[in-house]
Nanobody, 118 residues
Framework: QVRLAESGGGSVQAGGSLKLSCTSSGAAFSCGKMAWYRQAPGKERELVSSIRWDGTTNYADSVKGRFTISQANVGNTLYLQMNSLTTADTAVYYC????????????WGQGTQVTVSS
């Protein structure tokens, strides 16, 4: 069974940086695609970034140029480096693994809170 655990969230002032990590047990990294999502209060969960097994990355327009997704296959860890944070980035961030044919993901972490203050 795949388990995902996020860490690295916290509170930061606007303009600051945070690096999120997602460690996995099981075969998450063998699925071929992993992603970071976020959900702000009162809003739907949205895709922040994804990365395929071949290193191909995808970013939401709102984070392009500021966020970087990466993975370390040794240790099975997914990262999200977040720079130039704004209050609009405040949300719970979720790690997801194993994309489905319908565009969703099979496995999800519990989420980590990121709060950006002005």
């Amino acid at each position: 069974q795949v388990r995902l655990a996020e860490s690295g969230g916290g509170s930061v002032q606007a303009g600051g940086s945070l690096k999120l990590s997602c460690t996995s047990s099981g075969a998450a990294f063998s699925c071929g695609k992993m992603a970071w999502y976020r959900q702000a209060p009162g809003k739907e969960r949205e895709l922040v970034s994804s990365i395929r097994w071949d290193g191909t990355t995808n970013y939401a327009d709102s984070v392009k140029g500021r966020f970087t997704i990466s993975q370390a296959n040794v240790g099975n860890t997914l990262y999200l480096q977040m720079n130039s944070l704004t209050t609009a980035d405040t949300a719970v961030y979720y790690c997801a693994a194993c994309a489905t044919d319908s565009g969703g993901y099979t496995y999800w972490g519990q989420g980590t809170q990121v709060t950006v203050s002005s």
